[in-house]
């Protein structure tokens, strides 16, 4: 019995206070359960894209002091909507000289390898498609897939900017991965598995049983892992393949309507991959503070499906956080040129993360957990963590006052809007 | 459930092997070679042998095969020209191939020796990432680590054959 059936009858045990086992049409029920979570996996994919397309477009308006979509229904809510069907009615073009085959097969390979990764995040204390034991490796393993994809695109569309931009994209994963799989290591190493749900049943529901508070090695290792897989999901500042004033639009230049949004659900995916992979290995996935893996697993009936919901909620709180974090970072900070790019990661992040892998190891080899030394790092790294976030939340306080204090110089009047009250 | 994975991960092996070695473009090839990887990946797979699949695909697919269609795409891949018949050779690997296969399939069917059995139970952690290390990192270490001057020879090989216009070090 696999793990999907194995959830199917603790929800359908704890739910209808029934055995699936003994039901006639165990089977039926088991498919069809199944079903609508694998469906509910892939409409989140194709769901979360939207929304997060249009956030993304009204935080990049406000950065940019600029108004964003607000046409499509209430502040433009249903643009992506709007654009989805833009998209689905437009001509799918493929040039007459390119190479065909591969030019139709990368957008879905490409969405493939990142849809792949769904099926091992830990979304909640059950929630998981499949715990294998390879959980993290299958993750590197099936998003270093999509690489294939755009260089399929990039050298089928038979076009020398999408050429340029297929091999750029290849050159900075390739590169990146290195550091990104070096930090991830790190984690590995505390958690002595590689199962995904493993490395969050390491961790604890406290900011001080997170894995980015356990010492100073694994707080520069969240920034690492973070940087790296940002730059591996080709996002401002690290969005050379895609770099407008450069190559126009990179390996997806030659694609329209469909096939060209498949592309786009692929790197909105991606954002959620890094910020769902940087929560469960970082920042202690779905933990609840103070409840032990072992009592949810314990409890029936609706409180199941009750602690369930929260550890879900909590996980994807977390994930979403860093989702917007990333997006802030995009609209934020210049990009980096070429070279630049492969000074960063070959100069200084490979490097780092060799030395971080290090200094785990020999921590792990010097302190023992739960000891003296061990009680004082973690607290000495949950308020750095503390002192970080305060020091942003200062810094955001001072610049709304200022900007506010800014229009009210130059217009005379209040007209300026808070982050939450958009025109 | 394991034989349906078997024909399924044989099949694209084979369809991705042939096409490979019959397309002109290097690009295509590199591609159908990356399939036939994932092939061999879901073999891997069917024989309990998670972290084998996993390597398989991040290794050979995700970063082997990019490298290559990187270089190819860098050096300006050739596209073979449509040729009136197939070079000569063709012919006697092409009959040779088969007969190796039926060589082998009637080789382990010899008579009174019967078929190689399945072993029913797999040892405790077979396949698992553990007993993996403990076998590569441990028994087989220099075999391992002899390996890898195979791969220096190839990217030496790869160097030789791709800039035959340019000036090597060694020319």
């Known amino acids: 019995m696999n793990i999907i059936q194995h959830v199917a009858n603790l929800l359908i045990r704890s739910v209808f206070h029934a055995d699936p086992a003994s039901w006639p049409w165990t089977w039926l029920v088991q498919a069809v359960v199944i079903g609508i979570a694998a469906f509910l996996a892939f409409a989140f994919v194709a769901i979360f894209a939207g929304p997060v397309s249009w956030i993304e477009r009204r935080i990049a308006g406000r950065i940019q002091s600029r108004i964003g979509p607000n046409r499509v229904g209430p502040q433009g809510v249903l643009q992506w909507l709007a654009d989805g069907v833009k998209c689905w009615l437009k001509e799918d073009l493929v040039p007459a000289a390119a190479d065909r085959p591969l030019f139709l097969a990368a957008p879905y390979l490409v969405f493939t390898g990142m849809f792949g990764a769904f099926v091992v995040l830990p979304f909640g204390a059950q929630v998981v498609a499949a715990d294998l034991n390879v959980g993290i490796l299958y993750l590197l393993a099936i998003t270093s897939l999509v690489v294939v994809g755009l260089l399929m695109a990039g050298w089928g569309s038979n076009s020398k900017w999408a050429l340029f931009g297929g091999v750029r994209s290849a050159a900075q994963l390739v590169s990146y991965e290195v550091p990104s799989a070096f930090s991830l290591l790190c984690v590995v190493l505390l958690a002595g598995t590689l199962s995904t749900q493993g490395i969050v049943a390491a961790q604890g529901g406290w900011p001080w049983d997170w894995f980015i508070f356990r010492n100073p090695f694994m707080f520069a290792a969240f920034f690492l892992y973070f940087t790296a897989a940002i730059a591996e999901g080709n996002r401002t500042p690290f969005d050379l393949p895609e770099a407008e004033s450069e190559i126009v639009a990179g390996y997806n230049i030659e694609y329209s309507g469909m096939r060209f949004l498949f592309f786009l659900f692929a790197e909105w995916a991606n954002i959620w991959i890094m910020a769902a992979i940087s929560a469960f290995a970082f920042l202690g996935g779905w933990q609840i503070p103070g409840i032990a893996p072992e009592q949810i697993a314990a409890t029936k009936g609706w409180e199941f499906v009750g602690w369930q919901a929260l550890s879900w909620t909590i996980f994807l709180v977390k994930a979403t956080f860093l989702v917007f974090v990333v997006i802030q970072i995009r609209w934020t900070l210049p990009r980096l040129r070429v070279d630049q790019l492969m000074i960063t990661c070959w100069k200084y992040l490979v490097p780092l993360s060799m030395l971080m892998v290090l200094g785990v190891l020999v921590l792990l080899a010097l302190v023992p957990e739960g000891g003296g030394a061990d009680t004082i790092l973690r607290g000495a790294m949950v308020g750095l963590g503390l002192a970080v976030v305060l020091v942003s939340a200062l810094r955001v306080r001072r610049t709304f006052r200022v900007d506010r204090e800014h229009y009210r110089e130059m217009e005379g009047r209040d007209l300026w809007y808070p982050p939450y009250r958009l025109p | ?171």
């Not at chain 2, 349906?4 to 290097?26: D, E, H, K, Q």
């Not at chain 2, 699949?53 to 860098?74: D, E, H, R």
């Open chain 2, 1 to 171: 459930m394991e034989g349906f994975l078997f024909y399924l991960g044989g099949a694209m092996m084979l369809l991705g092997g042939v096409a490979m070695v019959a397309s002109r473009s290097a690009v295509s090839a590199a591609c159908w070679l990356v399939l036939s990887f994932l092939g061999s990946a879901a073999l891997f797979a069917a024989l309990q042998a998670p972290f084998l699949a996993v390597l398989q695909i991040l290794v050979y697919a995700g970063a082997i095969m990019v490298l290559f269609l990187f270089v190819i795409m860098m050096l300006e891949g050739p596209v073979m020209p449509a040729e009136a018949g197939r070079p000569k050779f063709w012919i006697p690997a092409g009959a040779l191939v088969p007969a190796a296969i039926i060589l082998v399939a009637t080789a382990r069917w010899v008579p009174g020796a019967g078929l190689p059995g399945f072993p029913g139970d797999l040892p405790p952690g077979f396949g698992q990432p553990v007993r993996v290390a403990q076998l590569l990192l441990g028994e087989y270490l220099l075999a391992f680590e002899l390996i890898s001057i195979v791969l220096v020879v190839a990217i030496i090989g790869a160097l030789a054959l791709g800039s035959n216009e340019r000036t090597l070090p060694w020319k």
